[in-house]
């Protein structure tokens, strides 16, 4: 079932390309330039505020999907993981709808803060991998990723297919909300439609890169993971992939953060990955890599072709990927981000697929 590959994870790394595509397919219509009508029971232009509910892996796409939400349809998200989002008891004005994502559906704190929603009247969207789920049961309206079953217990397919469904989501309620025209949404519908071709070169092309950095990294203890915007939840979801399948501790950091406190930790054996393409945040993300330079840090630099041009400071490795349209950038910079924790567990000889003490659906809080 694995064909060629050693481990389920790398496995569903590779099928990204096809399952995004499938996804996405479900939500746009690339020939007439459109995201289908796929909410309309979410009334996206009735409402004031959403909330999202998710944990791990899940809860970083919501995130993700909230920067999207706030700058395509100008629509406030305020997001928690599930096991705060459940006691919180925050107030619940019915203006409001709720969001969960979940791939299995079955998340014990996701499912609760989705029942303590529907308690308070709001209407409930579910993001969900498995369509038989309690979650996507329980949902008043379900938006399902088309990942295919996920064996591997650290999240990877289902996570790119939750970013296609949230980028389809944000399109949809930017038209809704009249905060998108027409032609930025052609736009938008246009680069999603090129992401699962990009990914496919990409996953084709990095490896040898990835694999002797991989080494390199299996010989640390901690390493720190920086970002801006998307690229500070793409620093949380790669350290959250690396501990949990090679078992180095690692954290990521909004790159501003650095110095608020991180930057102590910093010297010759703590590697740093920055995520920063070519973005309006790279010359801020440049900054903080030059404080992290100039305290004996070892910097590994994911970046695309423009940032690679354009960047000055000496690096333990610089892994370039081409330049993509700026909503595509998640989509594509979490590939090398899986990779690095993919190979790193393999030189540590751990249990990839099956990580200590890890389940693969967590039903009890
Ligand atoms: C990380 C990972 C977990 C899950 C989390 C939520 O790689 O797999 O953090 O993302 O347990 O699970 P679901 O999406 O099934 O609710």
New binding site residues.
């Given amino acids: 079932e694995k064909g060629n590959h050693r481990h389920f994870m790398e496995k569903e790394i590779y099928e990204q390309p096809e399952v995004v595509s499938h996804t996405l397919a479900h939500y746009v219509d690339f020939t007439a330039g459109k995201v289908r009508n796929i909410a309309p029971d979410l009334n996206f232009s009735a409402i004031d505020s959403i909330k999202i509910a998710?944990?791990?892996?899940?809860?970083y796409a919501g995130q993700i999907g909230k920067y999207w939400l706030e700058r395509y349809a100008r629509l406030p998200v305020e997001i928690d993981v599930a096991s705060e989002f459940r006691y919180r008891e925050m107030p619940l004005p019915g203006n409001q709808a709720a969001l969960f994502?979940?791939?299995?559906?079955?998340?014990a704190d996701?499912l609760a803060s989705l029942r303590y929603c529907k308690e308070h009247g709001l209407k409930i969207g579910a993001i969900v991998?498995v369509r038989e789920s309690t979650i996507a049961r329980e949902a008043d309206v379900v938006f399902p990723t088309l990942a295919g079953p996920e064996i591997g217990?650290?999240?990877?397919k289902?996570?790119t297919c939750q970013l296609a469904t949230f980028a389809a989501l944000a399109i949809a309620a930017g038209r809704a909300r009249g905060t998108l025209i027409a032609d930025e949404e052609a736009n938008m519908v246009r680069a999603l439609s090129e992401a699962p071709r990009i990914a496919s070169s990409v996953l084709n092309t990095i490896q040898p890169q990835l694999e002797n950095l991989s080494r390199e990294l299996s010989r640390y203890r901690n390493v720190l993971y920086l970002g801006r915007g998307t690229n500070y939840t793409l620093a949380m979801e790669g350290a959250?992939?690396l501990k949990?399948i090679s078992y180095i501790h690692a954290e990521g950091y909004a790159a501003g953060e650095l110095k608020h406190g991180p930057i102590a930790l910093i010297d010759e054996n703590m590697p740093v990955i920055v995520i920063a393409p070519y973005d309006r945040h790279y010359e801020k993300t440049m900054s903080n890599m030059q404080e992290v330079a100039a305290r004996g840090g070892r910097i590994i630099f994911v970046t695309d072709e423009n940032g690679a041009a354009a960047a000055t400071l000496d690096t333990m490795a610089t892994i370039t990927l081409p330049n993509v349209d700026e909503l595509m950038m998640p989509l594509i910079f979490t590939l090398p981000i899986q990779l690095i924790a993919y190979h790193t567990a393999v030189f540590m000889g751990t249990d990839v697929d099956q990580p200590r003490n890890l389940a693969?659906?967590?039903t009890v809080e």
Avoid: M, P
């Fill in positions: 998710a944990c791990g892996t899940a809860f994502v979940s791939q299995s559906g079955e998340t996701t991998n217990v650290a999240s990877t289902a996570f959250l992939k949990e693969k659906s967590v």
